[in-house]
Nanobody
């Protein structure tokens, strides 16, 4: 069983910062990619940032220059540093990992339970 456990959400004023963490545990052979998605009320879930095992990153245009994704491969952990937060960043943030549980098995997508980020104006 693979689990993704997120932490670090909360309430912050506009202009403030938060750091989200997500640790993957369980039967893991290789993690190909990890990322963060978010879903605001009444909206579809959207990609915020992603990072490959190579370290290559990509960001949603709305967060470029404000958010930074990083990864600790040794501990199967991904972080999202969020600076200059805006009220429109308010959402439930979900951690995502594309990984294989054993050699020779196909990769699957796993999700965390989500953590609430609320930015007040």
């Amino acid at each position: 069983q693979v689990q993704l456990v997120e932490s670090g959400g909360g309430l912050v004023q506009a202009g403030g910062s938060l750091r989200l963490s997500c640790a993957a545990s369980g039967s893991i052979f290789r993690i190909n990619a990890m990322g963060w998605y978010r879903q605001a009320p009444g909206k579809q879930r959207e990609l915020v940032a992603g990072i490959l095992s190579s370290g290559s990153t990509n960001y949603a245009n709305s967060v470029k220059g404000r958010f930074t994704i990083s990864r600790d491969n040794a501990n199967n952990t991904v972080y999202l540093q969020m600076n200059s937060l805006k009220p429109e960043d308010t959402a439930v943030y979900y951690c995502n990992a594309v990984l294989s549980e054993a050699a020779g098995t196909p990769s699957r997508v796993y999700w965390g339970q989500g953590t609430q980020v609320t930015v007040s104006s």
